[in-house]
């Protein structure tokens, strides 16, 4: 954010005032705005300077979006042993990162985005995942501890990663860890920190890779029969499930709004169905009586599962674990299908290696469009904008295809890549659609002032049972894209911050989530408060001041109807004479286009006097909208009208319409500020 926006407003409206309210030609340019010391984000064009991922505000309420969506990003693994991030606005390959040792052959194939914006991605030839996070999110480790992230940028802006735009296994602060999950040589450790051997796919191959409602992640490894369940946020090996006695090989993994975990079974014909929620989990299958590849989530509780050779597409209640029907995807639309998809209107998206096609189909199978996409597609997954990417094998293409003409809107071939093994949630809307609800709200607030030491971040908000809301802040000296952010740290409400260090600006990202299936309601941000450590930021002393002073001030911004506004307006005359002065007190409502002048009177200030003067006024209903106000007072020399001093303050009022409003729904600012004079009078102005 550029400044926050009040502080803009303010400004802005304090040049208006001085050259109309008080008749003047001349402005006091001396005058300096004191850095902001504190915010509240309350109303939706306040949340709206702040980026909404997943969240909309309505009625000044900010709450989960009924849309889904998911970050601008997709992760695609690449045959050369790395995995690239791509814009999936522009197409542009935003990073490329080893995956594994240059003398390794990892063979990346699953792809799954976690409610971060990370990616867990399975080695399934060298029997480990890694883990890679996402820069934008500030989701990196400055390991080095030289204030930079160093990892993998299109530092040309060509749109492609190539030559030292990539950095070597270990080197790369983003590539955050390398989980080892061979029998009996299991581990997390930092990449480059592993000396010893890498398997094949026969000894562990993981191949199924999930992210639960708390972020944490569920590996299947198809040849060692083994589910692991991992820390999302460390990498710790948390639990180890054994499904050889389900006859189960793991290649590829979903997870529904129960938090019940899907895996698809190769050749054994089935689905397994494994419940975390008991210990040690319940673990069942569904036999669906053809091979079973890729697997998909509606958002109706149903399961899709594709059948590569059987020529088969599958649909399953995830609530009563049965199959509802069995298609036969017949030539040349579904051959070999693999990667599975449901967009927002439950269609299902099937990518065909064989026909060299995506399938769209309606929530009970029939075919609707057959989309030609280039050589050998594997997987499918859809972005932030409701449309489908799909990856191929066998000419390193991806391709965009927009569901309202079924047609390719973009293609982006990352270049030296030798394709693309995947189909999984490459794109992590199924993890924060399905898995969970969630959403972001990133603002970044405005100090004034570098090395501004930071207070703490206070909220309302209301989260029924099965919700979560979460703030957590970071702080930096810049804003640019390659600004170096300190590392995030969780806020707790109305407590002081601790560990985020000194910077001018603090981005604040609050996260609002559905972390049960059995609720449907969203938690709740009324508002957010930030605040730097000690009030005011601290600026330059002020010279000497040889003049006389006005100040005003209310007891806090924001004001509902019913509540009393209290305004304090400071007087005083540091000199050693007396000075005789004319003082003004206005009001403006700026979203009304409004001004009115509360007082003008001639004062006398005796030597060295101060004093304040308490205005408690009462807000009534000033009709259903809300709006910005601006209390200005002055001081001007009364021989040339030139302003000796002045100073403004900006608040709010927020209406709560009482039940006995009637039809009225809003008052005019002249009877407001009429009401607001009648409670002026009733204190009386200085004499």
Avoid at 423 to 446: A, E, H, N, P, Q
Avoid at 675 to 683: A, P
Wanted: aromatic share 8%; proline share 5%; charged share 20%.
């Amino acid at each position: 954010m550029d400044n926050n926006k009040k502080k803009r407003e303010e400004k802005g409206i304090t040049a208006i005032l001085l050259t109309t309210i008080l008749a003047t030609t001349v402005l006091a340019a001396a005058t300096t705005t004191a850095a902001a010391s504190s915010l509240t984000y309350t109303t939706c064009e306040d949340f709206e300077e702040g980026t909404l991922t997943g969240v909309e505000c309505e009625d000044d309420l900010l709450q989960l979006s009924e849309n889904t969506t998911t970050l601008p990003f997709i992760w695609v693994p690449n045959q050369e042993h790395t995995a690239s991030k791509l814009n999936t606005t522009t197409g542009d390959e935003l990073g490329r990162y080893r995956t594994c040792p240059e003398d390794v052959n990892g063979y990346p194939s699953r792809t799954t985005v976690d409610l971060q914006g990370n990616v867990w991605l399975g080695n399934r030839q060298a029997g480990t995942v890694v883990k890679i996070g996402l820069y934008e999110n500030g989701q990196c480790v400055d390991r080095n501890g030289n204030g930079v992230v160093e990892t993998s940028q299109d530092l040309n802006a060509d749109g492609d990663i190539s030559g030292a735009e990539m950095l070597p296994w270990g080197k790369d602060e983003c590539v955050l860890f390398e989980v080892v999950l061979i029998p009996g040589l299991e581990g997390t450790y930092t990449p480059g920190d592993y000396n010893g051997t890498y398997a094949d796919s026969a000894t562990s191959g993981p191949r199924s890779i999930a992210v639960d409602a708390a972020n944490n992640v569920w590996v299947g490894c198809f040849g060692s029969h083994l589910f692991y369940y991992l820390d999302g946020e460390t990498g710790e090996i948390l639990k180890t499930v054994n499904v050889s006695t389900s006859g189960h090989k793991p290649y590829g993994a979903v997870m529904d709004e129960n938090g019940v975990l899907w895996s698809s079974g190769h050749d054994e014909n089935h689905v397994l169905r494994l419940d975390p929620s008991t210990d040690p989990p319940n673990v069942s299958t569904v036999d669906l009586g053809h091979f079973v590849y890729g697997l998909g989530l509606d958002y109706l509780g149903h399961l899709f599962a594709s059948g590569w050779d059987s020529y088969k597409l599958s649909k399953i209640s995830t609530a009563t674990a049965t199959r509802d029907w069995t298609k036969t995807l017949t030539a040349p639309d579904g051959h070999n299908s693999r990667g599975v998809a449901v967009t927002s209107d439950n269609n299902v998206w099937v990518a065909n290696s064989e026909s060299d096609t995506v399938t769209r189909h309606d929530n009970d199978g029939n075919l609707s469009a057959t989309i030609s996409v280039g050589d050998c597609p594997t997987g499918v997954a859809v972005d932030a904008d409701g449309k489908v990417w799909v990856c191929n094998l066998d000419d390193e293409f991806v391709h965009r295809i927009d569901p309202a003409t079924d047609e390719i809107d973009l293609s982006k071939q990352v270049l030296g890549s030798g394709g693309h093994y995947s189909y999984s949630d490459m794109t992590g809307i199924l993890v924060r659609s399905v898995t969970t609800k969630t959403g972001t709200w990133t603002v970044t607030f405005d100090s004034g002032a570098e090395e501004t030491a930071w207070g703490k971040v206070s909220w309302n908000s209301d989260e029924p049972a099965g919700t979560s809301l979460t703030v957590r802040v970071r702080s930096s000296n810049e804003t640019a894209a390659n600004a170096t952010w300190s590392a995030w740290e969780t806020a707790t409400n109305g407590v002081l911050l601790s560990s985020t260090p000194n910077a001018r600006y603090l981005q604040v990202q609050t996260t609002l989530q559905i972390v049960s299936g059995e609720t449907e309601k969203s938690p709740t941000l009324y508002d957010l408060t930030v605040e730097t450590a000690a009030g005011p930021v601290p600026l330059p002393p002020p010279p000497p001041t040889t003049t006389p002073t006005i100040s005003v001030t209310t007891d806090k911004t924001d004001y509902k109807t019913f509540d009393t506004m209290s305004v304090e307006i400071e007087f005083a005359n540091p000199t050693n004479a007396t000075q005789w002065v004319v003082y003004k007190w206005w009001l403006t409502i700026p979203g009304f286009d409004f001004m009115t002048t509360m007082a003008t009177m001639p004062m006398t200030l005796p030597a060295d006097y101060s004093q304040t003067f308490s205005y408690p006024i009462y807000v009534g209903y000033w009709g259903e909208q809300s709006f910005g106000a601006l209390w200005g007072v002055a001081l001007l020399d009364p021989g040339t009208n030139e302003i000796i001093c002045f100073d403004t303050t900006y608040w709010c009022y927020k209406p709560i319409r009482p039940k006995n409003a009637g039809a009225e729904t809003k008052k005019t600012p002249k009877s407001i500020a009429s009401e607001i004079k009648e409670e002026i009078g009733k204190v009386g102005l200085p004499g």
